[in-house]
């Protein structure tokens, strides 16, 4: 049975972003037409998500979230928080590694929501990227997700914390919101197939960018999370074996 719900799942995002992908392209003479577009696209994995391979999450910390756009620093262990931050918070938009808009279909519809691609071989690049893009984005009033780790991580692990999502905050006065999440206990790296169950999401309070420096509100950012990681892991059938 749990095959079958993934492949109806599978079935269903990818005949869905085909149908979808040309009303995108029809809506970009409107602003933020593609966007709209897209978010259909993210409600519809969203509930296939829930209803079909029985996937919920809880939530904690909602009023947490401010009232104007801010960073979204989260966890990211697998792809489900990609799709459930967006029904979590305002319209936003993603901060990625450029390759994937070669992907067809999904990739082309990131290059069309204004993802913000980064080289990630390239330090300096990557930096002139998400400042040039990143402001953009801002000054059309969409919020940021980064992830600060820079890629996904199974349960229990920990990456570096990049300060990109930092200095966005800084160079934009924006606001950094932490997020903690143990999605990967229910959907693991690169597997095909997602399990049921709940996943834990914290929204911690708003880091003022104004606080500290660059590395100061990362160092916030990162003691935020990484605390709250203990309080949700060891709910899934994937949670990190305890020693």
């Known amino acids: 049975?749990?095959?079958?719900?993934?492949?109806?799942?599978?079935?269903?995002?990818?005949?869905?972003?085909?149908?979808?992908?040309?009303?995108?392209?029809?809506?970009?003479?409107?602003?933020?037409?593609?966007?709209?577009?897209?978010?259909?696209?993210?409600?519809?994995?969203?509930?296939?998500?829930?209803h079909v391979i029985g996937l919920n999450y809880t939530l904690n910390g909602a009023e947490n979230i401010p009232d104007r756009p801010a960073?979204?620093?989260?966890?990211?262990?697998?792809?489900?928080?990609t799709l459930a931050l967006q029904e979590i918070f305002p319209p936003q938009v993603y901060v990625a590694k450029r390759e994937l808009f070669k992907i067809?279909?999904?990739?082309?519809?990131?290059?069309?929501?204004?993802?913000?691609?980064?080289?990630?071989?390239?330090?300096?690049?990557?930096?002139?990227?998400?400042?040039?893009?990143?402001?953009?984005?801002?000054?059309e009033g969409y919020w940021i997700t980064i992830f600060p780790e820079g890629t996904r991580?199974?349960?229990?692990?920990?990456?570096?914390?990049?300060?990109?999502?930092?200095?966005?905050?800084?160079?934009?006065?924006?606001?950094?919101?932490?997020?903690a999440l143990n999605s990967g206990e229910f959907w693991p790296r690169n597997s095909f197939l997602k399990y049921p169950g709940t996943v834990s999401v914290i929204i911690g309070k708003p880091i003022a960018y104004g606080s500290g420096n660059e590395a100061e509100l990362m160092a916030?950012?990162?003691?935020?999370?990484?605390?709250?990681?203990?309080?949700?892991?060891?709910q899934g059938p994937f949670a990190p074996q305890t020693k």
């Open 1 to 50: 049975m749990l095959i079958i719900r993934n492949l109806i799942y599978w079935f269903i995002l990818s005949s869905s972003i085909i149908l979808l992908f040309p009303f995108m392209l029809l809506a970009l003479p409107f602003q933020g037409g593609a966007h709209k577009m897209a978010q259909v696209w993210v409600r519809i994995l969203n509930w296939s998500l829930k």
């Open 71 to 81: 960073i979204i620093c989260a966890k990211h262990q697998s792809g489900w928080e």
């Open 104 to 139: 067809p279909f999904f990739g082309w519809g990131l290059k069309l929501v204004k993802t913000i691609g980064i080289d990630r071989n390239n330090s300096r690049e990557a930096n002139r990227q998400l400042i040039e893009q990143g402001l953009a984005r801002k000054n």
């Open 153 to 179: 991580l199974p349960p229990g692990e920990k990456g570096r914390y990049k300060l990109g999502g930092a200095r966005m905050a800084k160079m934009f006065e924006m606001d950094i919101v932490p997020v």
């Open 220 to 234: 916030q950012c990162e003691q935020w999370i990484e605390s709250q990681q203990p309080l949700i892991t060891g």
